[in-house]
C-alpha cells in the first residue's frame, strides 16, 4: 500500500515562532488532508489539499503531487498549536471510497 | 447540532468479553469509519462504510465486526476482547473528500 512518512517526528518551538512539516507520500493521491490532534485527544481537520496551496489564518498548506510531498507551515506559533499534526492520503484509483492512510505525525510542542 | 459523537467514552474490559462500541452522526454523511490509533503508530483504518447497510474491511479488521442499520449510526463490535485491542478507537464521517471524527473511545483489555 500506499507509504506515508512525516517529518520531523518531533518539534520544539518558542511561540512566535514559525515551522514547516513535511509529508511524502509513495503513490499518486485523490486525497491529502491535514488534521491537528490537540492534546485532549480531538482530531481537527485544517486542510484538504490534493494539489496547489492553501492558507488558513497563521496556517498554510502546500502540496506538489508531481513530486509527491506537503507542506504545512504555521507562522507566529502559539501554545494552542501544540499537539501533533497528521497528514492523511488516499491512494489514486478510479474510484474513490475516500479511505485515508495516515502518516505517524508529527508532535509539536511550543513553549510559551 | 452534536456532529459525531462515541459512546462510550472509556471502556475497561477483560480478555474475552465482548463489547459495541456505537458511532452516531447528525451530519447526513453517507461514509462512515472506524479507525484505531496506537502509540507511535498514526490512525489505522479498521471498517468502512459507503451507505447504510453497507460495510467494507479496512486495513486491520480481524477481531472486530461492524453494522450499520441506520444511516446515522455506525456499530464496532468486538466478540472476545484481547489485550492487543487495547487502544483509542476514533469515528469518523465524510459526504466525499473530508473526514471529521468523534472524540473517541478509550478502551483497555486486561
Known amino acids: 500500500g500506499i507509504q506515508v512518512e512525516q517529518s520531523p517526528p518531533d518539534l520544539i518551538l518558542q511561540e512566535g515562532a514559525n515551522s514547516t512539516l513535511r509529508c511524502n507520500f509513495s503513490d499518486s493521491v485523490n486525497n491529502l488532508q491535514w488534521f491537528h490532534q490537540n492534546p485532549w485527544g480531538q482530531l481537527i481537520n485544517l486542510f484538504y489539499i490534493p494539489s496547489g496551496t492553501k492558507q488558513n489564518g497563521r496556517l498554510s498548506a502546500t502540496t506538489v503531487a508531481t513530486e509527491r510531498y506537503s507542506l504545512l507551515y504555521i507562522s507566529s506559533s502559539q501554545t494552542t498549536d501544540s499537539g501533533v499534526y497528521f497528514c492523511?492520503?488516499?491512494?489514486?484509483?478510479?474510484?474513490?471510497?475516500?479511505?485515508?492512510?495516515f502518516g505517524k505525525g508529527t508532535l509539536l510542542t511550543v513553549n510559551p | 447540532n452534536a456532529g459525531v459523537t462515541q459512546t462510550p467514552k472509556f471502556r475497561v474490559l477483560k480478555t474475552g468479553q465482548s463489547m459495541t462500541l456505537l458511532c452516531a452522526q447528525d451530519m447526513n454523511h453517507e461514509y462512515m469509519y472506524w479507525y484505531r490509533q496506537d502509540p507511535g503508530m498514526g490512525l489505522r483504518l479498521i471498517h468502512y462504510s459507503v451507505g447504510e447497510g453497507t460495510t467494507a474491511k479496512g486495513e486491520v479488521p480481524d477481531g472486530y465486526n461492524v453494522s450499520r442499520l441506520k444511516k446515522q449510526n455506525f456499530l464496532l463490535g468486538l466478540e472476545s476482547a484481547a489485550p492487543s485491542q487495547t487502544s483509542v478507537y476514533f469515528c469518523a464521517t465524510g459526504r466525499t473528500y473530508e473526514q471529521y471524527f468523534g472524540p473517541g473511545t478509550r478502551l483497555t483489555v486486561t
Open positions: 492523511a492520503v488516499e491512494p489514486y484509483s478510479g474510484g474513490s471510497n475516500y479511505k485515508l492512510t
